[in-house]
């Protein structure tokens, strides 16, 4: 956990994302160009592969994975999200985005390929998630499930600095609060690893290190739902401090290191 973003998994929270979804589109990262590279080896996306992606958002991954040529339904819960996601992914015919609950959604009899979810999993149901990717994929079919992580590095300074200002204004903020370096996080492969479901899982990870404007980096943070959830007192007030940190003290830029997992488990018959 850090103060940038707590992950929570109540549906209220969840809901969050698709009040802004330009906001998404516009501020959230792309994912790194090896992660996508190795991504579309392991599941071998290409003509005749057919992924099913659970909750793609506007599409920022999916549109790097629709250019390998595969057939993609993407199955996004936040109407104004899909909509945008179409908009992102028009070029491709072969990509179909579906509003729809996943949790929900009734399963295509054919079976996918793949099965895909970028820093969405935690959000979906846990008794749902894995089960349902499973009866979605054919037997030998790949899951791959990307983390994203907010890590140490990066203007290092600011992100010390910048916890006085969370815990002034979120009061769930733990105090002294610092990021962990990639080399402690943990991979979190049990719930995939205790499936007899899946085997094989695989853990491989990509850094990345994006530089922010005052204005951009405000931008993504009001794309994370524990921001979002603030009241508007708080959430102002926290935004305010934030601003005048990186004005003040860091002219300006700050830079933030990513550290993306890109977890894997292959389908076997049960």
């Excluded at 920022?60 to 993407?74: K, N, R, Y």
């Amino acid at each position: 956990m850090d103060a940038l973003e707590f992950m929570g998994t109540g549906p209220e929270l969840r809901d969050t994302f698709d009040q802004d979804a330009e906001r998404y589109r516009r501020a959230r990262p792309r994912y790194p160009t090896s992660l996508v590279e190795e991504l579309s080896r392991v599941t071998g996306a290409g003509p005749g592969v057919r992924v099913l992606e659970i909750a793609p958002g506007p599409g920022q991954l999916t549109v790097d994975l629709a250019g390998s040529g595969c057939a993609i339904t993407a199955v996004e819960l936040g109407p104004s999200l899909a909509a945008v996601a179409r908009r992102e992914l028009a070029a491709f015919p072969a990509v179909e985005v579906v509003t729809a609950d996943f949790e929900r959604w009734e399963l295509p009899p054919e079976p996918f390929d793949a099965v895909v979810c970028a820093t969405a999993f935690h959000w979906i149901d846990p008794e749902v998630r894995v089960p349902r990717a499973a009866r979605a994929l054919r037997t030998g079919g790949l899951l791959a499930v990307v983390t994203t992580h907010h890590v140490a590095g990066g203007t290092e300074g600011f992100f010390a600095d910048v916890q006085k200002c969370y815990e002034r204004w979120d009061p769930a903020t733990p105090p002294g609060l610092r990021l962990t370096p990639e080399s402690r996080i943990t991979p979190d492969t049990a719930e995939l690893s205790g499936s007899p479901c899946f085997t094989d899982v695989t853990v491989h990870g990509h850094a990345q290190e994006i530089t922010y404007t005052t204005d951009t980096y405000l931008d993504v943070l009001l794309t994370y739902s524990n921001h979002r959830a603030l009241p508007d007192t708080a959430r102002n007030g926290l935004l305010d401090c934030v601003r005048k940190l990186i004005d003040s003290r860091y002219d300006g830029v700050v830079t933030k290191r990513y550290w993306h997992e890109l977890i894997t488990a292959v389908r076997v018959e049960v």
